[in-house]
Structures are given as structure tokens and as C-alpha cells.
């Protein structure tokens, strides 16, 4: 599976519906909570300059946009395949020597 990261504020009905179509599609995803981690805005920033909204999408590190973003995509079958793409490694990990 693709790794994917999903910026959302609590109170943002967006960021729910974009979870809840990647918890139905049974996709693991890290979710950065810009309220309770407001480093994280910053992080943000440098991934995607011109984001003004949230959710923020990111799979495999490449930025799709939002939660409309997110549905467009899966509407027209290309969800899927992307997050079929081979997770890249998470920070620390490596393959055995």
C-alpha cells in the first residue's frame, strides 16, 4: 500500500469526509492535526506553498489536493491504483542487511 498523510484541523467536516472514504477503502494513513501540532502548519507550508484549505492529501508523498481532490479521483478509478503503489519506507526503517 502507498503511504499516505493527511493534514486536518478537528473541527473541519472535510478532513472528516476524506478520512472516512480512506477508512472505507481500509487505507492506513498518518493524520497531522494542525490544531494539536501547529509545527506541523509549517511542515505544510514547504510541502505545498499555495494550500490555504485543509484536509491536505499527500500519497507517496505526492500532493493530490483536498477532500474534493480525493473523491474526484476515486470517482474516476485512479484511487486505487495509486494506493496500490509500494509504500516508500517510513523514517527509520530500512531493509535487512
Known sequence: M???EIYTKDYCPYCDKAKLLLDQLNVD???HDLVA??????????RRPNARTVPQIFIN??????CDDLYALHDAGKLKPMLEEVERPLEGEHEPL
Open 29 to 31: 494513513y498518518v493524520e
Open 61 to 66: 508523498d505526492l500532493g493530490i489536493g483536498g
Open 2 to 4: 502507498a503511504y499516505v
Open 37 to 46: 501540532d501547529p509545527e506541523k502548519f509549517d511542515e505544510l507550508q514547504l
